[in-house]
């Protein structure tokens, strides 16, 4: 069955439907890590920045000049469609640049890496926000998200999503220790304990891959002058019985029950957000501390 269609830029498009086998793509042991964001679309784990061609702004000066004439036009008259197709047309190639961009982005993750770790993103709650929307949906987040997704499934990939509350960008990626807050001007910053110099994005990703995997990951937690010891066997143990407030308190579980629990001895009944999040894995984070 062939189905012919066309859309609003006048082009006609023909879909049907065939069986096709995909081969998996050989197994790569390694991981990465990405962070997305708007000055670059895809920072890895590895130091690997996609820069961000921004679509929208290069063609925004055509798409003003198509959208005037078409305002001038008297609405329902020939040339005022003829008027419409074109800045149907200007829209589309807008669109297909996007796309084109992000279909080689996402076919390059999922070749160079066994898996991938990134953020649960709510780009709905993010477009709210009316100073950032329009460079946001240039960048395209969901439907990033959404080519990852199925051509994880295509070619034999992992993707794991870590909770988008962790304290990702202000968490050092070498020692550990959590900042009090990271504004979102500083794109580089030096950790007070270590005094290593990170860059955010870069930071970001190395968090997120270790979350994902929860390997490779310091003994000691330092959070904000306080030292933890990291036990995580034990702390899977209280997953899912702690109820984990957003001010980093354990609510519901007492210095007892963490007595009783040999293994458990060691975790303190309070505990810095930054810490209690890395142990337990749970939301304690709120978005705009991020």
């Given at each position: ?55 929208l702004r290069r063609h925004t000066r055509q798409l003003r000049k198509t959208q005037r004439r078409l305002s001038r036009k008297r609405k329902g008259s020939v040339r005022w469609h003829r008027q419409r197709i074109r800045v149907a047309k200007a829209h ?111 930071n970001a990703a190395k968090n997120i891959l270790r979350l994902a995997t929860r390997l490779g990951e310091p003994e000691v937690m330092r959070v904000e002058g306080y030292t933890h010891r990291r036990w995580l066997m034990a702390a899977e143990g209280l ?52």
């Amino acid at each position: 069955m062939v189905t012919v269609t066309q859309d609003c830029a006048g082009r006609y498009c023909v879909s049907f439907m065939c069986e096709e086998t995909l081969q998996y793509l050989p197994q790569k042991p390694n991981g990465s890590g990405i962070d997305l964001g708007v000055c670059d679309v895809v920072v890895t784990s590895e130091g690997w920045k996609s820069g961000n061609p921004r679509h929208l702004r290069r063609h925004t000066r055509q798409l003003r000049k198509t959208q005037r004439r078409l305002s001038r036009k008297r609405k329902g008259s020939v040339r005022w469609h003829r008027q419409r197709i074109r800045v149907a047309k200007a829209h589309a190639r807008v669109s297909n640049t996007r796309q084109d961009f992000l279909h080689k982005l996402t076919t390059a993750l999922i070749r160079q890496a066994g898996f991938i770790a990134m953020e649960t993103l709510n780009v709905r709650g993010m477009m709210a926000n009316r100073r950032i929307a329009k460079a946001l949906g240039d960048v395209g987040m969901f439907e990033l998200k959404r080519q990852l997704e199925y051509k994880a499934k295509w070619y034999g990939r992992a993707l794991v999503q870590v909770d988008r509350w962790a304290p990702t960008s202000k968490t050092c990626s070498v020692c550990g220790a959590v900042q009090a807050a990271m504004p979102l001007k500083v794109r580089e910053w030096t950790c007070p304990d270590c005094k290593s110099v990170h860059d955010r994005d870069i930071n970001a990703a190395k968090n997120i891959l270790r979350l994902a995997t929860r390997l490779g990951e310091p003994e000691v937690m330092r959070v904000e002058g306080y030292t933890h010891r990291r036990w995580l066997m034990a702390a899977e143990g209280l997953r899912g019985n702690a109820n984990c407030s957003r001010r980093g308190s354990l609510s519901g579980t007492s210095e007892r029950d963490l007595a009783a629990n040999s293994k458990s001895r060691h975790i303190p009944a309070r505990v810095t957000a930054g810490c209690l999040k890395l142990i337990l894995g749970r939301t304690i984070m709120p978005y705009h501390h991020r």
